[in-house]
């Protein structure tokens, strides 16, 4: 169904659309991301689109590629958050969504051929470490995991040395999570180019507001929609943008077979989320920065870690190639980890959770989970800055951090 429909750019009054990316194309993303993926403006019809609870359609005879038939396959209620995650990340095909982040990890894993070589961040988020090295395991790949900020050692482990071939993917995350290392995105899509790698960006933590992996040359960018792009802590997805329409094909076949289609309930919460992620991105991103340099000043605090810091080491290349620094800072306690448990005791402001991204300020100590690598200090804590008064955050952090 999805390639016929995508060759003809056609868009159905089923799915509630109107018109098909490029109508939107010359539009600033904090338009487009309030006006994409809508029906038509006919008397009497809805300004949103409809959420349609139904797995099945009705289809005789040879089904069409071009009519929904069966939700798992294609489920047309989530095309207009689709639409409007491809426009924001300046993809040429619409996102595919996924029912979690890590499924949308798992596809984009899957476009590498059998037995190639990937080359990943040995601090990317814990849960694609923990899927890359089981498929390495089971020998569906090969796995060269180094830290992504250091860009000469990640070129050298593109092209190949010790006997080892040419990578076949090179999987960036930047900033990384929770340690928010920076990774020169144009540099290393160019070095991964040319020895013919495919490159997949985690862009999660920045959200195309704050930067556009695309735009650097990159492949496919992923991301996990339980973050910034739902943006209220009450949903589980993922999404897959790729710039070639046969690894767009080969995603959303992946998903049909392995069943990791979303509810539609899940994609009305994502396109709600998204209408107001231009709004939360600016809050969140200035809070941060301005909680950042706060902290650093405060007695409690042995590091702070956030991109827009004169201290971190990725600063300049994040000025470059981000809008904003993001809303997830990390930072480390004088006290330890029995510091860092005692802080998330005693805020009233900062949710002691987990996950990022959310309209709720959120903290946690990391190595509070036995999953996280040895790599993160155990008084690492990390800070998902929110959309609520700055002023407040600060008072109840540095109230906490005094009690600690
Ligand atoms: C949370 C997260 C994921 C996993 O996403 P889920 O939606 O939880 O499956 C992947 N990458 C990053 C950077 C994340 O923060």
Known sequence: MLAARLAAGATSKLEGMSHTRSFYADLSPDTAVVAAGRPEWEQGEPVNPPVLLSSTFISRGVPSETEPSYSRYDNPSNHPAEQVIGLLEHGPCDAVLFASGMAAIDAALSLIPPGARVVMPSHAYNG???????????????????PIDQTQDVIAALAGSDGCAPAAMLWIETPTNPLLEIADGAALVAAAHEVGAVVAVDNTIATPFGQRPLDWGADV????????????SDLILGAVVAMSPDDDL????????????PSAFDGFLLL???RTL???NERSNASAATLARRLEAHPAVEKVIHPSLASHPGNTIAKAQMTGFGS???????GG???ADSL??????WAPATSLGGVESMLERRRRWPGEFTDVPESLVRLSVGIENVDDLWEDLSQALSRI
């Open 128 to 146: 694609t470490l923990a899927l890359a090295r089981e498929l390495a395991a089971e020998g569906r790949f090969r796995l060269s995991a180094l």
């Open 221 to 232: 960018v992923v991301h996990s929609a339980s973050k910034a792009l739902g943006g209220h």
């Open 250 to 261: 080969a995603l959303r076949d992946f998903r049909r077979v392995h069943g990791s289609t």
């Open 272 to 274: 709600r989320g998204l």
């Open 278 to 280: 231009a709004l939360r």
């Open 328 to 334: 997830v800072i990390s930072i480390e306690l004088v």
């Open 337 to 339: 980890a029995k510091a």
């Open 344 to 349: 998330a005791a005693q805020t009233r402001s």
